[in-house]
């Protein structure tokens, strides 16, 4: 295992690559719930996509968070203030994840849930930030979501932290 050493001023400028990109992503143009539903609920072979075919179906910053386990910046979401009833989608493969009703304001700048969709996700150990967290991703297509947490509301305590980038709204 090969080991690397970086000086603060490559962690600055990783971060504000990071943030950077982050920015620029939010300015592409969305696609509509109904190109989103013709192109993600076709009979797709989720596991046998390439990083090509990955890459002609998402955004820039999608494709960053869901493909390669990126985390958008805290608070640009506009999922984080959807209040209407309906259901959050991944992103990749639409798969239903979370039901409107069990979100909740975290203050985290993260779209926050207590309960997903059951069977909806799979859960993996990430050790990237130097301690064990509980990583979450849509059981279908692989894509990573986000964490969950043990400080959650009732009832039942969870908090799955979303990236808002890795879903779609579908309103009742």
Not at 69 to 97: H, I, M
Not at 98 to 104: D, G, L, N, P, R
Not at 152 to 172: E, K, M, W
Request: hydrophobic fraction near 35%; aromatic fraction near 8%.
């Amino acid at each position: 295992m090969t080991n690397i050493t970086l000086s603060r001023r490559e962690i600055g400028l990783g971060a504000l690559a990071l943030g950077l990109s982050a920015c620029a992503a939010t300015e592409t143009t969305a696609q509509t719930p109904t190109d989103m539903k013709d192109m993600k609920m076709s009979d797709t072979d989720w596991a046998n996509l390439t990083e090509s075919d990955w890459k002609d179906r998402l955004t820039e910053m999608e494709f960053y968070v869901l493909r390669e386990e990126g985390t958008e910046r805290a608070g640009t979401s506009p999922l984080n203030d959807e209040k209407r009833d309906g259901t959050f989608v991944c992103a990749g493969c639409a798969l239903p994840l979370f039901k409107s009703e069990t979100k909740y304001e975290s203050g985290t700048g993260w779209p926050s849930f207590y309960a997903p969709i059951e069977g909806a996700l799979g859960t993996k150990v990430d050790r990237k930030l130097f301690m064990a967290r509980t990583e979450y991703h849509c059981i279908r297509c692989g894509g990573h979501q986000g964490h969950v947490f043990k400080d959650g509301p009732r009832p039942t305590g969870l908090r799955y932290c979303n990236n808002g980038v890795a879903l779609d709204f579908v309103p009742a």
